[in-house]
């Protein structure tokens, strides 16, 4: 079974805090995915990386930076909490799929979640 | 870009009834649409996924899910609830060259009463 795992599953910082969460998985998945998740909102892609040392922005990178150094592990990075980051981050991954009409991802197995609060 | 609506923020059946949820996709080229389940304070669990084999997908737990091109929807059904049926349900869509993204419905929670 694929495993994700974040490395906290409840955090509280404070505003102005340099915040970082940490996501592993063990099946050696080319990528992976940050989301956030807000009720009513759905989840909301972040940043995601196809490889090691490549990221490419989501739909609401504003606030966020990422970290991939090894292929296993995805860093999500608030470099300055404010309460508005407060929410459920969910991390993922996936292989990616070679089709006849272009590369795609397969399934997306997701992570415990950690849900951060800023006060 | 592709986009999914999902009909209905909160769903409530009786135990024992028809599970019906719905999603719309708008996507310019053929999608990949897939069914998530969320349980309380746990990440997403993959129910079923469309990827332009069968119009009729079988998932885990009992549900299914049938892919309309003329309606361009993918709702999930279930003959009968059960009480651990009660969860947050989502339905993403993905393309071809779309960044290879995943892009979620805002979600459905169904509650399944006695």
């Known amino acids: 079974d694929v495993k994700v795992t974040q490395s906290s599953r409840y955090l509280v910082k404070r505003t102005g805090e340099k915040v970082f969460l940490e996501c592993v998985q063990d099946?050696?998945?080319?990528?992976m995915f940050w989301y956030r998740q807000d009720p009513g909102l759905g989840l909301r892609l972040i940043y995601f990386?196809?490889?090691?040392?490549?990221?490419e922005k989501g739909d609401i990178p504003e606030g966020y930076s990422v970290s991939r150094e090894k292929k296993e592990r995805f860093s999500l990075i608030l470099e300055s909490a404010s309460t508005n980051q407060t929410s459920m981050y969910l991390c993922?991954?996936?292989?990616?799929?070679?089709?006849?009409?272009?590369?795609?991802?397969?399934?997306?197995?997701f992570g415990p979640g950690t849900r951060l609060t800023v006060l | 870009a592709q986009s999914v609506t999902q009909l209905g923020s909160h769903v409530s059946v009786s135990e024992g009834a028809l599970v019906l949820l719905r999603c719309n996709y708008s996507s310019s080229v053929p999608p990949y649409l897939f069914w998530y389940v969320q349980y309380p304070n746990q990440g997403l669990q993959l129910l079923l996924k469309y990827t332009s084999a069968a119009t009729l997908v079988k998932g885990i737990n009992g549900f299914e899910a049938e892919f309309k091109k003329s309606e361009t929807s993918f709702h999930l059904t279930k003959p009968s609830a059960h009480m651990s049926d009660a969860a947050e349900y989502f339905c993403a869509v993905s393309v071809t060259g779309g960044g290879n993204k995943l892009t979620f419905g805002t979600g459905t929670q169904l509650k399944v009463e006695l």
């Open positions: 993922a991954s996936s292989l990616s799929i070679v089709l006849a009409s272009g590369t795609s991802t397969d399934t997306q197995y």
């Open positions: 099946m050696d998945h080319e990528n």
């Open positions: 990386s196809y490889d090691v040392k490549m990221k």
